[in-house]
């Protein structure tokens, strides 16, 4: 299929084709919101940053012992740019890929994606439940408790930051205002 440049439809409608689990589209949504206010921010393309963090975990649910394997395969069949492909398959690298994330994109992607998950459990233990009223001096405390979110893979967080040349801390407040931009969806 000749490369042509998906939609915001098309990657929604694909992303809910491949997954049906509430909680892994609120993620989805949470990705797609951060990346969108970091390009913005880094003034770079809103629209491709934003459907990159939409479908990066495209195979996660259908696929879950081929992660990062099955989504190039579903995106070239449906003729995505090898940019956007690359993007997806490089958030998984030293877990489930060996792409190494190169562009800016690709690095905040890599970065954002486990950030997202500690935010969200962050938030999800306040009174209010919400991102609205939830700062990184928050979020920095539970942080440091190794137990709290215990998924969350805080090494590639930091190598991430490294790779990025910008202080946790920093990430972190604008991770949390990039998800605030999309609280209504992610139920925050």
Known sequence: MPEHTPTYDEALSLF?????????????????????????????DEEKWGIIGLVHDLDYERFPDQHCKKSPEILEERGWPEEYIRAVVSH????????????????????????????????????????ADLGAKSVMKKWKD????A????????????????????????????????ADKIGL
Not at 156 to 182: A, H, N, S, Y
Request: net charge negative.
């Open 146 to 149: 190794k137990s709290f979110a």
């Open 92 to 131: 998984g690298w030293g877990l489930c890929s060996d792409v190494e994330p190169q562009t800016p994109m690709e690095k905040m992607l890599y970065t954002i994606d486990e950030l997202t998950g500690l935010i969200t459990a962050v938030a999800i233990i306040r009174p209010s439940k919400s991102v």
């Open 16 to 44: 809910k084709e491949f997954n049906q689990s509430e909680s892994l589209l609120k993620h989805a949504y949470s990705v797609e919101g951060v990346m969108r206010y970091m390009a913005r921010k880094m003034g770079e």
């Open 151 to 182: 998924g969350v893979n805080r090494s590639v967080i930091e190598k991430g930051t490294e790779m990025l040349g910008i202080e946790l801390r920093d990430l972190v407040t604008d991770v949390i205002t990039g998800m605030r931009e999309v």
